[in-house]
């Protein structure tokens, strides 16, 4: 069974643009989460999908947004990029909802 | 979520077993422990977890005292491959708000030749 994908794995935006990663869970996986990783803060978490709903978020500006779609993929969004907002961007998908989760390889993005 | 604490870094040499320690005193009865392990810039991996039976995969064993206060992840047999950061995660199964894991900074093992 394949793992979950992300798209794209490498990303450079500049300033106050806007950028939309995606993910593609695990076949048969109806809950996605995001993860923002940077050397200073850590993991942290961005926000969980389950059935096309948002059942959780984290604390992080309204600038960080996502949705899932009915086949379960997601896609999330960061308008206006800061340049802090260089970071590991992981998803991870979990069968119903969990906390066995499992990660993708993540997105790198640079805002320059 | 009950608070862990790990220790930040340990070593183990290539072959030997490595116990990763992880003390959790305020888990809830209906808390399980999760282990994961980040290898450097990939996304992490889920290991194991338990509630208060030990458990073993073909990855490692999770042995959980008996006041499930406190757990340790063994590697049976580590290899340089197994050189990561491992995150103790104390968390629900099942809740309704959904399922954010908190991650902390975990321990980094390093395994040596």
């Known amino acids: 069974k394949a793992g979950v994908t992300q798209t794209p794995r490498y990303l450079i935006k500049t300033r106050g643009q806007q950028v939309t990663l995606s993910c593609s869970p695990i076949?048969?996986?109806?809950?996605v989460s995001w993860y923002q990783q940077t050397p200073g803060q850590g993991l942290q978490f961005l926000f969980e999908?389950?059935?096309?709903?948002?059942?959780n978020k984290g604390n992080f500006p309204g600038r960080f947004s996502g949705r899932q779609f009915s086949n379960s993929r997601s896609e999330m969004n960061v308008s206006t990029l800061e340049l802090g907002d260089s970071a590991l961007y992981l998803c991870?998908?979990?069968?119903?909802?969990?906390?066995?989760?499992?990660f993708g390889p993540g997105t790198r993005l640079t805002v320059t | 979520d009950a608070k862990t604490t790990q220790p930040p870094s340990m070593d183990c040499a290539e072959g030997r077993a490595a116990n990763l320690p992880c003390n959790h005193s305020?888990?809830?009865?209906?808390?399980?422990v999760y282990w994961y392990r980040q290898i450097h810039s990939q996304g992490p991996q889920y290991i194991i977890h338990?509630?208060?039976n030990n458990e073993t995969n073909e990855m490692a064993s999770l042995i959980i005292t008996e006041d499930r206060k406190s757990s340790t992840l063994i590697l049976p047999h580590a290899t340089l491959r197994d050189t990561a950061v491992y995150y103790c995660?104390?968390?629900?199964?099942?809740?309704?708000?959904?399922?954010?894991?908190?991650f902390g900074k975990g321990t980094s093992l390093l395994v040596t030749p």
């Open positions: 991870a998908s979990s069968l119903l909802g969990g906390s066995a989760q499992y």
């Open positions: 076949s048969g996986h109806r809950s």
């Open positions: 999908y389950f059935s096309e709903t948002q059942r």
């Open positions: 305020t888990i809830s009865g209906n808390e399980y």
């Open positions: 338990g509630l208060k």
């Open positions: 995660i104390v968390r629900v199964a099942v809740s309704n708000s959904g399922y954010a894991l908190n």
